[in-house]
């Protein structure tokens, strides 16, 4: 069994930034795939970041691209999600997940909600303008 704390959410100003903890309980963190979701009021969840354990990798979603970070710390159990130039439409709860299943990435299963075995109870960032 895993696990997932969030932390680090709170309300920002547009064009702020903000960096979400995900600390994990349990044994043999490095071999578990981690990701990010976010779901905003009435939406459903969706995809935001995903780092690989064999490759260290990171995997984002489009819109996230280049203003989003993920990075993981295997000696503290614990993944990051680094936002940058955060807009109003970043607002939602953001939730950190783990898999120990197979990854490829060929495959896009890492952007789907069935892959991740464990999730945290999410942490809410709200963005104001």
């Known amino acids: 069994q895993v696990q997932l704390v969030e932390s680090g959410g709170g309300l920002v100003q547009a064009g702020g930034s903000l960096r979400l903890s995900c600390t994990a309980s349990g044994r043999a963190f490095s071999s578990y795939t981690m990701g990010w979701f976010r779901q905003a009021p009435g939406e459903e969840r969706e995809f935001v970041a995903t780092?690989?354990?064999?490759?260290?990798?990171?995997y984002y979603a489009d819109s996230m691209k280049g203003r989003f970070t993920i990075s993981r710390d295997n000696a503290k159990n614990a993944v990051y999600l680094q936002m940058n130039s955060l807009k109003p439409e970043d607002t939602a709860v953001y939730y950190c997940?783990?898999?120990?299943?197979?990854?490829?990435?060929?495959?896009?299963?890492?952007?789907?909600?069935?892959?991740?075995?464990?999730w945290g109870q999410g942490t809410q960032v709200t963005v104001s303008s």
């Open positions: 997940a783990a898999t120990g299943r197979t990854f490829s990435s060929g495959s896009n299963y890492y952007t789907r909600q069935w892959y991740y075995d464990y």
């Open positions: 780092i690989s354990w064999s490759s260290g990798r990171p």
